[in-house]
């Protein structure tokens, strides 16, 4: 599969290729990835001093002082991004990154009745039924909140049901500390008969080599997400 991947909030595209490594390599070379950077310059998030050099840029997706401006513009860009260097087979997000990617699903649900529907069927760059792949499954690390595609508003799973039907993987920490913010509120909005649930020892992190046991069962929950997009996508 080829996927599309969003980092965390002050982070970049080559420490979300560091914080992936392990994962990846277990996940074997019959995929590949595509890391793409967020737009709006922020500080560097918390733990990052050991994954990044003295000279680097940290990004984020959205922009505090005008949330749902910036959360419109940046699935409009990710849409546009899709349809220009697509296809993408599955996304492969962490923390902000996957609440943008998920708001982004939510979005081609409404527009074409089904988030199996294109993706680049987005508000701005084209319409419902444009005709583009699928994007058939999503692996969501420590994912942030989705926030509505229309109002800007977080999503809540009581109000808002299972939203999200392509095939999920679902990976966080139970001793994140944005928990349980960060994690169930966006896997309780995902089919419950198509998603995949992985919970590790740690804190708002993707496991890495110092925990290959995390690892092995980060690898063994996509692997049943990708396999699953092989059946119903």
């Known amino acids: 599969m080829q ?18 490594a392990a994962i990846r390599h277990a996940l074997g ?75 982004l699903l939510v979005r081609r649900a409404r527009l074409n009745g089904s988030s199996n529907a294109a993706v680049g069927a987005g ?42 039907d392509v095939p999920t993987a679902h990976i966080w920490g139970k001793n994140d500390d944005l928990y349980p913010s960060f994690g169930p509120v966006l896997s309780r909005l995902c089919k419950a008969d198509m998603k995949e649930v992985y919970v590790h020892d740690g804190g708002h992190m993707i496991p890495g080599a110092r925990d290959m046991e995390a690892v092995k069962n980060c690898a063994s929950v996509i692997r049943k997400t990708t396999e699953l997009a092989t059946i119903f996508c």
């Not at 996927?3 to 992936?20: D, K």
């Open 29 to 103: 070379d019959h995929h590949t990835y595509e890391f793409i950077e967020g737009s709006i310059p922020c500080a560097p998030a918390p733990g990052t001093s050991t994954l990044s050099h003295a000279d680097d840029e940290f990004f984020r997706y959205l922009d505090d002082t005008d949330i749902n401006a910036s959360g419109l513009a940046a699935l409009n860009q990710l849409d546009e991004f899709i349809r220009e260097t697509g296809p993408y087979d599955a996304l492969f997000a962490f923390s902000e990154g996957a609440g943008l990617a998920a708001s």
């Open 3 to 20: 996927f599309l991947c969003l980092h965390g909030m002050g982070t970049n595209s080559q420490i979300f290729e560091l914080q992936t």
């Open 123 to 164: 508000v701005g760059v084209g319409g419902p039924g444009a005709d583009l792949p699928l994007i058939k499954c999503a692996v969501f690390f420590s994912a942030g909140v989705p926030r509505d595609p229309e109002t800007g508003r977080l999503m809540d799973p009581e109000v808002d049901g299972e939203v999200i």
